[in-house]
C-alpha cells in the first residue's frame, strides 16, 4: 500500500512541516517515505507544496504525478492539484479560504473550514495541524498517535506547543469523522 500525497497553498500555511509531520510519523510507523518540498521565491504568501509517499515497500520515485491525497489550502493550489488526482482518491478542501466546489465526482471530497475551527482553538496557526488531523481520519496514511508523537519530536525544544497541536489534531479528525457519517 502506497499513499501519495500531495499538500498545496500559501508560504506561511505550514504546507511544509504538514509534510515533514505526515513523513515522520511514516518513519515512526516503520514505512518508507520520502518527502519532497517546492515553493516560491517568495515564502510567505507564494505557493507552497510538498509531495510525501508513505508505503509499504521501498519507494522507488519520490516524484507523485497522480497522488491519491490532495490538500488544497487555497484556490490556485485547487485549480492545479485536482485535476492530478486519482479516482477514487481524497480531496481536502480548506473551505475557510475556498468557496469553489470540486469539479470531480469520481473522488471523496471533505470541506474542512481549518482556519475557523483553529480559531474556536484560539490560535490560528494551528490551521495546518487540523488540516494534518482531517488527513489520518480521512486516509488512515499514518496513525494520529504517530503523527501527534513525530510533532512532539520535531518540536522537542517547545513543549509548550505540544497541547494546543494535540488538540488541533483530534478536531480536524473529528471533523472528517462527523462528515464520514
Known amino acids: 500500500m502506497s499513499n501519495d500525497i500531495v499538500l498545496a497553498g500559501f508560504g506561511g ?6 509534510g515533514q509531520l505526515l513523513a515522520y510519523a511514516g518513519m515512526i510507523e ?31 520515485s519520490p516524484i507523485v504525478t497522480e497522488p491519491n491525497l490532495v490538500v488544497a489550502m487555497n484556490l490556485p493550489s485547487l485549480d492545479k492539484f485536482e485535476p ?5 482518491g481524497i480531496l481536502i478542501i480548506n473551505s475557510s479560504l475556498i468557496q469553489k466546489e470540486a469539479t470531480r465526482s469520481d473522488i471523496s471530497v471533505y470541506k474542512v473550514p481549518a482556519n475557523e475551527l483553529a480559531q474556536e482553538l484560539g490560535n490560528l496557526k494551528v490551521a495546518n ?53
Open 13 to 18: 500555511q505550514g504546507i511544509l512541516l504538514m
Open 30 to 60: 516503520n514505512r518508507h517515505v520520502s518527502w519532497i518540498p517546492s515553493y516560491g521565491p517568495e515564502m510567505r504568501g507564494g505557493t507552497a507544496n510538498c509531495s510525501v509517499i508513505i508505503a509499504d515497500e521501498p519507494v522507488g
Open 84 to 88: 492530478a488526482l486519482q479516482s477514487g
Open 129 to 181: 495541524m487540523i488540516v494534518l488531523g482531517a488527513i489520518v481520519a480521512a486516509s488512515e496514511a499514518v496513525k494520529d498517535e504517530s503523527a501527534l508523537q513525530a510533532f512532539a519530536k520535531l518540536f522537542a525544544k517547545k513543549p509548550q506547543l505540544v497541547e494546543i497541536n494535540k488538540l488541533a489534531l483530534q478536531k480536524g479528525a473529528e471533523y472528517i469523522k462527523n462528515q464520514k457519517k
